[in-house]
C-alpha cells in the first residue's frame, strides 16, 4: 500500500462487524488528477450477507462484492466505478 501512496483505515465495534476503507489513488495526467474517490464498494463476509441485506444493496445501487470473489468479479466491480 506504501509503495502506491495508498491507504487502509479500519473501523470495528463489537457485534457489529468492522469497515474497512481502502484507498489507492488513480494514474491520472497532472491536470486532471483529482482526489475525490471514484465510489465505494461494500464487502461482506459471513452472516451479513443475507438475502434482505443484498436486496437493500440492490435497491439502491451500491455496489457490493460477498466472500468468495474471483479476480474477474473484483476487475468489473471496480472497472464499473471508473
Known amino acids: 500500500m506504501r509503495e502506491h501512496d495508498g491507504t487502509i483505515e479500519a473501523e470495528s465495534h463489537p457485534g457489529q462487524g468492522a469497515t474497512f476503507t481502502v484507498t489507492l489513488p488513480i494514474a491520472q495526467p497532472a491536470e486532471k ?15 451479513s450477507s443475507d438475502a434482505s441485506t ?4 440492490e435497491q439502491n445501487k451500491l455496489r457490493f462484492l460477498t466472500k468468495p470473489f ?10 464499473g466505478l471508473l
Do not use: C, H, Q, Y
Request: hydrophobic share 50%.
Open 33 to 47: 488528477a483529482s482526489a475525490e474517490p471514484a465510489g465505494k464498494i461494500i464487502f461482506m463476509t459471513g452472516d
Open 54 to 57: 443484498r436486496a437493500f444493496l
Open 70 to 79: 474471483d479476480i474477474d468479479t473484483l476487475l468489473e466491480t471496480v472497472n
